[in-house]
């Protein structure tokens, strides 16, 4: 519903909390908030340009709950074109309507507002939202999301003395919108400018700490298009956590967070006082990029000294053994008390394999990225709604293929379509040279195995079927497969897409169409009652409000 005037605003939240009461539990709580979305001058690498504020901040705010919590995010869209966040990592559990991308939610126009209502169901960890639609996030418009576990369930570490969120990513000193007109006359973009943290460049972000103790560190790779590592001068991390799941507690000197993924770790401060460099630098390019950020001493007698500390740089093999090593923390609780291996994943029996590859080419002239050779276009109406209203027309099931045709690459609003409970595996198979990063949105998946070449039927006997870890963004190293398995237990319409940002935008990704044919809220939410309705659904009705 779009809206004017601050009693109607006020009104409308109070009508909204009201009516998902009958949708959860009435005993789960709910958090409040307003974000303003702007334009403001920012000066990340030391010149203006024109960035995506909430609330004034550049990032934007931390999103704060904790497991079952019910967020209602209220966004006034104040920018000169439509807007939407996306929420990276939390599941939207039978409720697609509000995963805030294009295919699911009609965008916030210019001027108005619109009522987000999520809940973090059965969600803990580290995540991030972003804005999703044109090229919005070269502006920024991102933000951490940290979903705290409940008082009452098991926690495998002592709580922290301070609790980061550090956002880190790569990033253009050129406007958003001469990128995303470069990208739609069909060429490529540069190479970037520099990687920030928290929106800073070199020496701009600062955490101060105290001596001897133990924080922890929220790490999300929210940049456009390169693998990061990540280090900090003198400590080791102690990785707890990746995008919801509990990990066995391995110590790293440096951590490769891909494009579009999240990490926890704890780091003891128990070096000498003084200040230390935190880095990030780009991992596979040729050009390296550098930056830091100073962990503080609270009682520091010295400033930054030394060479800031070197990282890995081209290595693969070090990158994919280190992946490999990162494994689920099978006694520990996660959002519910019963472990997290009590989920047998790997006696689970398969029910379809889907492989999807990725390619690079020209179509009429002009770049653009598929899967399975289709590169993906936009329809005039988002596809959730499209399903829901019956508007025929809009997009066809099956538009995808479930394995690579070796057709030539043609442009189509691709849908694939999958059955409710099913049980599948996924092959991502990279057949380029840079790496690739992945993910689904509704879904965490068990990152089962990935090597170099191609994959086949025999690549199984490496699988880990006992404690792989559970994720929503994997990476696919060059020339290179990844295996992950997924139950189907989400119902919706869910977007599969490289994290590689210019490739999504041109094509690179698709829908994901889990169907129940079961019409009931068990299954599935109900439209939302606020819902905006766009292009062929203009003019229908939601449910009275």
Not at 101 to 109: A, Q
Not at 252 to 262: F, M, N
Not at 433 to 460: C, E, K, N
Request: glycine share 8%.
């Amino acid at each position: 519903m779009v809206l004017k005037g601050s009693s109607l605003r006020q009104t409308l939240a109070v009508v909204l909390v009201l009516s998902v009461f009958s949708l959860v539990q009435a005993e789960d709580p709910y958090r409040f908030f307003n974000w303003n979305v702007t334009y403001g001058d920012i000066y990340p690498l030391g010149v203006r340009q024109q960035g995506i504020l909430i609330n004034g901040q550049f990032p934007g705010p931390d999103l704060y709950s904790v497991t079952n919590d019910n967020l209602i995010i209220n966004v006034y869209n104040n920018l000169d074109e439509p807007f939407l966040l996306s929420w990276n990592g939390m599941q939207q559990r039978r409720n697609s309507y509000e995963d805030g991308v294009y295919g699911t939610t009609c965008p916030i126009p210019p001027g108005k507002n619109f009522t987000y209502i999520l809940q973090a169901k059965d969600q803990i960890g580290t995540f991030y939202y972003f804005p999703s639609l044109a090229f919005h996030k070269a502006a920024g418009g991102f933000g951490g999301i940290r979903i705290l576990s409940r008082p009452r369930i098991p926690v495998p570490f002592p709580d922290p003395a301070g609790d980061f969120t550090v956002l880190i990513g790569d990033w253009f000193k050129t406007d958003h919108k001469k990128l995303q007109a470069k990208l739609d006359r069909g060429h490529k973009l540069p190479f970037p400018d520099g990687i920030l943290i928290n929106g800073h460049g070199p020496n701009g972000a600062f955490f101060t700490v105290e001596q001897g103790k133990t924080y922890r560190f929220r790490i999300s790779n929210v940049g456009l298009q390169n693998s990061l590592n990540f280090r900090i001068q003198g400590h080791k991390m102690k990785l707890v956590e990746v995008e919801g799941t509990h990990t066995v507690q391995t110590m790293y000197e440096s951590l490769d967070v891909h494009v579009g993924q999240s990490y926890s770790v704890l780091v003891t401060m128990d070096q000498s006082a003084q200040d230390f460099y935190i880095v990030a630098s780009t991992r596979f390019t040729d050009k390296i990029l550098t930056t830091t950020a100073t962990l503080h001493y609270s009682n520091s007698n010295k400033a930054l000294s030394g060479p800031i500390p070197g990282g890995p740089t081209d290595q693969i093999n070090w990158s994919l053994n280190q992946a490999r090593s990162i494994r689920t923390n099978l006694t520990a609780s996660g959002p519910r008390p019963n472990p997290q291996g009590s989920y047998h994943y790997g006696l689970i029996n398969i029910t379809r394999t889907i492989k999807l590859v990725s390619s690079a080419d020209q179509v009429k002239g002009k770049q653009r990225y598929a899967v399975n050779s289709v590169s993906f276009i936009p329809a005039d109406t988002p596809l959730k709604l499209a399903d829901y209203f019956k508007i025929g027309g809009v997009f066809r099931v099956g538009s995808i293929s479930d394995k690579p045709t070796g057709q030539n690459m043609y442009l189509d609003t691709s849908v694939m379509g999958a059955d409710f409970r099913a049980f599948v595996e996924i092959v991502f198979e990279n057949h380029e040279s840079i790496v690739q990063s992945w993910h689904i949105d509704g879904y965490a998946f068990w990152v089962v195995g990935m090597d170099g070449g191609l994959w086949t039927p025999d690549s199984r006997k490496e699988y880990n079927l006992r404690d792989a870890v559970s994720r929503s963004t994997t990476q696919v190293y060059p020339r290179s497969w990844t295996a992950i398995y997924m139950a189907l237990d989400n119902v919706g319409m869910w977007n599969v897409r490289t994290e590689f940002w210019a490739r999504q935008y041109l094509g690179q990704q698709f829908y994901l169409r889990v169907y129940s044919p079961v019409n009931s809220p068990r299954d599935e939410y109900p439209i939302p009652k606020n819902a905006l309705l766009c292009g062929r659904a203009q003019g229908k009705s939601t449910r009275p409000l």
